[in-house]
């Protein structure tokens, strides 16, 4: 646990807790795979309404996971794929963690052997 | 890397009982974990404590103790990374850490096994990312399309 990936793991909580709830992550799931769209694409066919959808989008926003972008009147909505990567990478962080406490175990343990 | 469990191996050039009592002691362990912990490492027992890493210092660390076997097995569950002030980790459910030592020439063979990561929803929501996003460069193409459009 370095300071280092403590750093990046401080940022990743806000990501898994943006994405913990359903529409959010229905959200990214659809950014992902339909690219950048408006909020009126983006309800087509839902039963979320706009104003939800809004909300929403300010929070995994907020969150640094998408972003808004103005062009003409409406605003397009994308996905930042660096602060999903970092939570995807959660379990690699973890793994890394262990990795340094036990270099750190091994010297504790062999420096007074 | 399964998702459901974390695997570690090191030889560690120390006698078995040197090993088990830098594992199995609260203050040993805190030592080189980076931690303050209080109370006994027994079967069952609940220990607080908290953190002494740079960067995390006072964040609060709570494991529970599972099994106790001198010089053979100590494990303890958690929940893994439970740094985040925010947010309340109680219902979520916990990992199992296992530490297996085993004598081998040399010094002492150390196993970690952190498993249960399947019921973890930042573990279930990290792996979620991954499968159902079909990959960034994908999505960076798309992002890349849109933009040339």
């Known amino acids: ?113 | 890397m399964s998702t459901d469990r974390i695997e570690k191996k090191i030889l560690l050039r120390a006698p078995r009982s040197r090993v088990w009592r830098a594992i199995a002691s609260p203050e040993e362990f805190g030592t080189w974990f980076g931690a303050k912990l209080e109370g006994a490492f027994e079967p069952g027992a609940r220990v607080l404590g908290r953190i002494t890493i740079k960067g995390y210092e006072n964040v609060p660390m709570e494991i529970v103790i599972d099994r106790v076997e001198p010089e053979g097995l100590f494990s303890y569950r958690w929940h893994p990374y439970a740094v985040d002030p925010k947010v309340d980790y109680s219902s979520e459910p916990m990992t199992l850490v296992e530490f297996h030592l085993a004598e081998v020439p040399g010094g002492t063979e150390l196993t970690v096994i952190e498993s249960g990561f399947d019921g973890v929803p930042a573990a279930r929501r990290a792996e979620a990312i991954k499968m159902n996003t079909g990959g960034w460069e994908a999505q960076l193409r798309n992002i890349e399309r849109h933009v040339a459009a």
């Open chain 1, 1 to 113: 646990m370095s300071p280092r990936s403590g750093g990046s793991l401080a940022r990743t909580a806000p990501v898994f807790a943006a994405l913990g709830e359903d529409t959010r992550l229905a959200i990214v799931a659809r950014l992902c795979s339909g690219g950048p769209q408006s909020i009126a694409h983006l309800t087509e066919g839902s039963d979320v309404t706009r104003q939800a959808v809004t909300k929403h989008l300010n929070v995994l926003a907020d969150a640094g996971i998408v972003r808004g972008v103005r062009r003409g009147r409406e605003r397009i909505w994308e996905i930042e794929p660096k602060r999903l990567d970092d939570a995807s990478r959660w379990l690699e962080q973890l793994s890394k963690r262990w990795d340094d406490a036990l270099g750190r175990l091994k010297r504790y343990v062999e420096g007074d052997a």
